[in-house]
């Protein structure tokens, strides 16, 4: 409904009501609703999942139609994220949030700070996915309410032509609620686990779920070694907890992205079930580094499985765990997509030790030969070292180009000696394009920096501290942070506003008239950033 339509029917039911409810303005309740735009999570969840259809739709027509999104820890973090795309950009579209199963576990655990290995609560992550959405929901409430207090003003001073823009404004506000890509490691159990959680992330907002195929109680981080991986059944019986779980809550076009750790996994806990020749399981089984036997008096407790006419021991550690052939990880990845995708997945997340675009594309090729609408989400992580990957890369293929690249130590290329040089020059033009060329050529429909503001909070603490417990001392947080805010027009720089002062004022006045008692008057120092 239109701002105008919100106040008829608000006005509507008001007179219903008679002189109880007299005091009630029928323009406040109207404001009010169009602040709350979003009465659940499942009302988020199912705006955002129509949003990523379309974009996944749009993506398909031209792969120039890339999304992004950016890691974020706290719903604070997220907020100014979105104000700040909104700021820069004018529209949200084609951003997204993304939550980190890492920084949840380093930054929200009740047991401290902890590695990446699901040992974190699991209440944790839907917690954080409500809180998300509550910073978001908070934000569309204060950017309504400044337009709001506009309009005011407007009417005031007779400005039709100011007061009519400002309805337009209004009418045709884009919130900044987006959608939230969630990590739900690799279940936290069972299937019957992954479920429940599945249910309590979705309650809370998440129209993606983001699921790996590792094993629930020895998963690891996705660039850490260690790394143990399931057969593929018992993935898929995870991937369909997750679309019962959408299905149930009414949200019929939900997306799971299934991401595979094979390519740096050389270990799987369990052999898989195969009932036939050929079959998913004897597939996932073919990679088992083996060795025939040939005397079976040596076999003591041993598992041994039938290949090709042969009797094959599976190469097994003392951990119990079983050993892949080495160089088959690619083959692996390839298999996990496909399986993925032909049961149930939206997108594919392929985890790599780096990043290479051709490495990418080459796996995404051999997918699409058996489902050609296949597309990635894919992890741009701080875990790889990008200036020195990418200037290798560059060193490379300068070399095999038959270029001199004898000025150049390929293993020191992170140093700063060569910041200046054209070889870093040409590798941070890769960088810069590197989403929108991988989107091109290696199918990748989402972009995503895991801990990018892990790493920004820590960089920017550290500047703060070394300034202002220095020789620079307040100047140290004047210069560096409140006259940037100012200048650069940053939001929290009026963090009172930030923080909903403003809109408890204007709730005051509905609620006391006259007679409320605002923090907005003429003493408040935020007064001071007006202009």
Same mark, same amino acid.
């Given at each position: 409904m239109t701002y105008q339509d919100n106040i008829a029917q608000a006005e509507q039911l008001i007179r219903g009501q008679g002189s109880p409810w007299a005091g009630i303005g029928a323009e406040a309740v109207a404001r009010m609703r169009l602040q709350n735009r979003f009465q659940t999570g499942l009302d988020i969840a199912r705006y955002t999942a129509k949003i990523m259809r379309e974009d996944?739709?749009?993506?398909?027509?031209? @792969?120039?139609?890339?999304?992004?999104?950016? %890691?974020?820890?706290?719903?604070? &973090? %997220?907020?100014?994220k979105l104000i700040s795309i909104k700021k820069h950009f004018g529209t949200t579209k084609?951003?997204?949030?993304?939550? $980190? %199963?890492?920084?949840v576990a380093a930054l929200r655990s009740d047991f401290g700070p902890l590695p990446d290995? $699901?040992?974190?609560?699991?209440?944790?992550? @839907?917690?954080? &996915?409500e809180e998300l959405y509550t910073f978001l929901r908070q934000a569309d409430a204060r950017e309504l309410g400044g337009l709001f207090r506009d309009l005011d003003k407007a009417r005031e001073s007779g400005n039709q032509v100011e007061e009519q823009r400002l309805v337009h404004a209004i009418d045709n506000h884009q919130t900044h609620v987006v959608p939230i890509i969630a990590d739900i490691d690799a279940g936290f159990g069972n299937a019957e686990a992954t479920y429940l959680l599945a249910k309590k992330m979705i309650q809370a907002g998440a129209c993606a779920l983001q699921i790996e195929n590792q094993v629930s109680d020895e998963k690891q981080c996705g660039h850490q070694d260690g790394k143990v991986t399931v057969p593929h059944e018992d993935f898929l019986a995870k991937i369909r907890a997750c679309r019962y779980a959408f299905l149930e809550l009414g949200i019929n076009d939900g997306i799971i992205v299934a991401r595979t750790d094979s390519l740096g996994a050389g270990l799987t806990k369990q052999i898989a079930f195969s009932a036939q020749p050929g079959d998913i399981g004897d597939q996932y089984n073919s990679f088992l580094d083996c060795e025939e036997i040939t005397d079976t008096s040596t076999i003591n407790g041993d598992v041994v499985i039938n290949r090709d006419g042969k009797l094959m021991r599976p190469k097994r550690l003392r951990s119990n765990l079983f050993q892949f052939r080495p %160089?088959?990880?690619?083959d692996r990845c390839v298999l996990d997509c496909i399986? $993925?995708?032909?049961?149930?997945?939206?997108?594919?997340?392929i985890e790599t030790e780096k990043p290479h675009i051709e490495q990418i594309a080459g796996m995404v090729d051999r997918i699409r030969e058996a489902v050609p609408n296949a597309k990635l989400v894919y992890n741009n992580s701080p875990s790889f070292n990008w200036t020195l990957n990418f200037r290798q890369q560059v060193f490379d293929a300068w070399a095999e180009a038959g270029k001199d690249v004898s000025a150049y130590d390929r293993a020191r290329l992170m140093s700063v000696d060569y910041d200046g040089s054209e070889l870093a020059a040409e590798a941070d033009e890769k960088i810069r394009t590197f989403q929108r060329d991988a989107a091109k050529r290696a199918g990748i429909f989402h972009h995503l920096i895991t801990l990018p503001t892990y790493h920004t909070a820590a960089l920017s603490t550290d500047n703060l501290a070394k300034e202002y417990f220095?020789?620079?001392?307040?100047?140290?947080y004047v210069l560096n942070v409140q006259r940037q805010e100012i200048r650069q027009g940053i939001a929290c720089v009026r963090h009172q506003n930030m923080a909903g002062s403003d809109i408890g004022d204007d709730h005051k006045d509905y609620f006391a008239g006259e007679a409320a008692l605002k923090a907005g008057g003429a003493h408040n120092t935020m007064n001071q950033f007006a202009a």
């Open positions: 996944m739709a749009a993506y398909d027509l031209d @792969p120039a139609n890339y999304t992004q999104s950016l %890691g974020c820890w706290h719903g604070f &973090i %997220g907020q100014q084609r951003r997204y949030l993304y939550l $980190s %199963g890492w920084m290995q $699901s040992m974190h609560e699991k209440t944790s992550v @839907p917690a954080l &996915i %160089g088959t990880g690619a399986t $993925s995708l032909q049961n149930g997945a939206d997108l594919l997340w220095g020789e620079a001392g307040m100047l140290g």
